[in-house]
């Protein structure tokens, strides 16, 4: 019996998909296989739950309650950090990484508002 719970639980942390935070709800979004961006091959396409496409850049934006964060940012070991106003700021992430795993460990942390992903809107022409 014991065997059977573990291979479950173990299942469904394998199967589980990726996810960010918006408004204090959990999104989950799944990758969408072979498909990229045609502008720009950095940008991933995902589906969220609600059946929404999103593309999403290999970028963070973040914005602090305080003014310097920087140093809340070099503790997850964030280099690439851009200020865009005295709060918020553009975490570029090397390819390899997690951007949802980056994601939620900011999302939780005290000193930060909101860490989202950078989501890239297409343009429509009316």
């Known amino acids: 019996m ?22 204090g709800k959990k999104v989950e979004v799944t990758k969408v296989k072979g498909q990229r961006s045609l502008g720009d091959a950095s940008i991933e396409q995902y589906t969220t739950s609600s059946g929404k496409k999103v593309g999403i850049k290999n970028e ?47 999302y939780l942390d005290e000193n930060i508002e909101f860490a989202n992903p950078n989501f890239v809107k297409t343009r429509t022409k009316r």
């Open 2 to 23: 014991r065997k059977v719970v573990m291979l479950l639980v173990l299942g469904l942390v394998l199967c589980a998909n990726d996810f960010y935070y918006e408004y």
């Open 60 to 106: 963070i934006i973040v914005k602090c309650k305080q003014a310097d964060c920087v140093s809340t940012l070099n503790k997850y070991n964030l280099t690439n950090i851009t200020n865009l106003t005295d709060t918020v700021f553009l975490v570029k992430l090397v390819n390899d990484e997690n951007i949802f795993e980056i994601v939620q460990k900011l």
